[in-house]
Nanobody
Framework: QMQLVESGGGLVQAGGSLRLSCAAS????????MAWFRQAPGKERMFVAY????????KYADSAKGRFTTSRDNAKNTVYLQMNSLKPEDTAVYYC?????????????????WGQGTQVTVSS
C-alpha cells in the first residue's frame, strides 16, 4: 500500500510560479515511477509529467515542456512539480500518481495509487 499527499497548490497570477510536492508513505517508494496529472473543470484528467523510479528519466506533456520540471527525492519519499510561467489554462486540480515500471506512462489507468489532488488557480 502507498498513500500520496499533495501540497503546494494555490492562487497565482499569470506568469508566476508554484512548486507542488507529493509525499509518499511506505518503504517501496523507490520502486515506483511517478507522474503528475491534472483535471480542469468539465474536462478529462490529462497527463502532465512523468519521472522514473531513479529520477533519471522525465517526460512531459507538450503543454508543460519548457515550463514545468518534475523531480524526486527518494530519501524523502517526495516528488515535486516546479511550475513556472503559469498560464490561466494551467488552472486545474493536480494529482500525483504512482505505479510499477512498465506500461504507457501517460495513461492514467496504468497508475495504481493516487493522491487527493491540490488546486492550482492561475488568474489573468
Amino acid at each position: 500500500q502507498m498513500q500520496l499527499v499533495e501540497s503546494g497548490g494555490g492562487l497565482v497570477q499569470a506568469g508566476g510560479s508554484l512548486r507542488l510536492s507529493c509525499a509518499a508513505s511506505g518503504r517501496t517508494f523507490t520502486t515506483y515511477v511517478m507522474a503528475w496529472f491534472r483535471q480542469a473543470p468539465g474536462k478529462e484528467r490529462m497527463f502532465v509529467a512523468y519521472i522514473s523510479s531513479g529520477g533519471f528519466i522525465t517526460k512531459y506533456a507538450d503543454s508543460a515542456k519548457g515550463r514545468f520540471t518534475t523531480s524526486r527525492d527518494n530519501a524523502k519519499n517526495t516528488v515535486y512539480l516546479q511550475m513556472n510561467s503559469l498560464k490561466p489554462e494551467d488552472t486545474a486540480v493536480y494529482y500525483c500518481a504512482a505505479k510499477s515500471p512498465g506500461g504507457e506512462y501517460e495513461k492514467d489507468y496504468h497508475y495504481r495509487y493516487w493522491g487527493q489532488g491540490t488546486q492550482v488557480t492561475v488568474s489573468s
